[in-house]
């Protein structure tokens, strides 16, 4: 253990703790920023707060990776998980408009491995880093009897900020005819997981599936994170009105979480190509339609609200952006999403 | 799954996820300020940053409960366990001098039963709220294949606020005769289960242990929160000097952390009254004199160093309090912490 606490290692045995707290430290150190303040020595993560908006409010998230950490483990893929759990976490504030400050992780097993605990870390400190954010902390938990033996669990916390006159979405703001613009997805993120994994079973990870990539490849994609595509729409001066991460419960339970009462997103369907993943996916599974798009993001990772005249610019600043369907009048007690 | 996502629940199904929201929603919600932005609908938890200091600084921290969820599982006892993860967490940030402003938390299980799952956030919800912090948001996830039927996890984070100038400990203002005072702890807290764990194994738990208490009971009383009591030494003016959190690493590991390299604290363990269950605890197990203090709080939870002239101050603001050494000089090399 350090006493500057760069990382808690309270779970685990004190070797294992040292040795990889030495192979992620550089990783880690990587990610602080001037408003970090590493040399206090600490309990907790020291965050100094500079350059505030008016009406500074912060937003924070948790979240799990779910039962990919499950194919990971198998597959011994450990980096691109801390990957999974930012910018899973990074996505989930960015679509309040906030910008991360600092990120907080959670690993626990039933006994863990240093050079895979680091290799997590790593993977979770080069994402902060892409991402702007610091990571300021951490615990690593050894749980003989509460893991599977072999099984890890990996979770996160991100915390942001936004100005509050800034906060999206903004459903008051939209109106019929709003475009609704896609972000292509790596894959399916980190949702899903549970059925694709009874889905692939028995199945050869190493098939081709998609261009170079394996089956097990594929599957293994990290979670993308949109910060620099946001940031390069707001920067060319898109007046975005809502965006919605399309994460667990896909298109179908998080388009209408930004919407108003009277409006509804209409999802052209065959408006974008399915990435082959999905389309296997799908097939195998025998998921019906709509079951398809609550179940998975099928190619789609985020959805932004743009009104029409906007749509331009978009696709200018964003040429992988996807035009793939608009709001339209929703009736008292219709569903917030339909598939068209 | 509510629109405005008071708890999200993506891993669990619906459900369960449902239920498990109807029964903690007003505990959630007793937690809320007025600084809590919560009919935004969203997808990360607001929290608007008012009355801010000079220079504000976030102290954030992330931790688990460790084994003692083994045992809280065994008997059936889920809301302390909430209380556990909730004060660990504070207490982990109060050492720097910051409140907390927001907790968010992190259940996972191979199977969640939503009565457990709202238990422990109630759990959390209520310590939450004693100790004067939102419970802004948490996720819980069901991971079969990941988590050993029957068991869970808990994690928690916090992020508190202290200003630059005030945090704490002070390293450079402690000197030689600066006092230790210690305030109990309500048994092991958080830490050492794993060891407790082996040594009452084949134990009666329902055995008397300490006044009304079963050794069941003892071992799960949960972990102190000790804001109330430093925002009473602080209102009366005791100038603190820095505060050791007795967790994983006891006296031996804590207590260093934050002094100066020229000092050492000599703690004097026959000037408390050990416990019953910790002397039972030592019996049984057969660790060291020195080990036991690297396991286990002993009976002291948090530690203050605070100079000479405070003491009547301090003793007259918190009759509990115990005088249970002092800072002295340490030689080049020498250990930080000193059993006398």
């Known amino acids: 253990m350090s006493g500057s606490d760069l990382y808690k290692q309270a779970g685990v045995n004190i070797d294992a703790g040292n040795q990889a707290v030495a192979l992620m430290k550089p990783a880690v150190r990587a990610t602080f920023t001037a408003n970090v303040l590493a040399d ?33 483990a198998q597959l011994g893929q450990w980096r691109g998980i801390g990957h999974d759990i930012v ?22 097993s039933s006994k863990l491995d240093p050079q895979q605990v680091a290799e997590v870390v790593i993977g979770v400190a080069e994402a902060c880093q892409a991402a702007g954010c610091a990571l300021l902390g951490g615990e690593t938990a050894e749980m003989p009897g509460v893991y599977v033996e072999g099984a890890f669990d990996l979770a996160g916390t991100v915390v942001g900020l936004v100005n509050r006159a800034e906060l999206l979405p903004v459903p008051d703001a939209m109106q019929p005819g709003d475009r609704l613009v896609g972000l292509p997805s790596s894959g399916p993120h980190t949702n899903g997981y549970s059925l694709i994994r009874r ?112 749509l331009d610019e978009v696709l200018d600043t964003l040429p992988e952006a996807m035009v793939i369907g608009r709001l339209a009048p929703r009736a008292a007690g219709g569903a917030g999403v339909e598939l068209v």
């Open 87 to 108: 910018n899973h976490c990074v996505n989930d504030i960015l679509v309040q408009n906030a910008r991360p400050l600092f990120f907080l992780d959670y690993i626990a």
């Open 40 to 72: 206090v020595g600490s309990f907790g993560g020291l965050y100094a707060l500079t350059n505030l908006p008016a009406e500074p409010v912060l937003v924070a998230s948790t979240d799990g990776v779910g039962t990919k950490v499950k194919l990971a």
């Open 199 to 310: 889905v692939i079973e028995g199945r050869d990870l190493a098939m081709p599936i998609e261009g170079e990539l394996t089956l097990g490849e594929a599957l293994l994609q990290p979670h993308r994170c949109y910060r620099a595509e946001v940031d390069r729409l707001q920067t060319a001066g898109v007046p975005l009105r809502g965006m919605a991460h399309i994460t667990g419960g896909g298109f179908i339970d998080n388009l209408p979480r930004i919407l108003p009462d009277g409006l509804a997103a209409q999802v052209e369907t065959g408006s974008w190509e399915l990435p082959p993943l999905f389309a296997q996916l799908v097939g195998w599974s025998g998921v019906g339609h709509e079951e398809a798009y609550r179940v998975w993001n099928m190619g789609v990772g985020m959805v932004l609200v743009i009104p029409e005249a906007a």
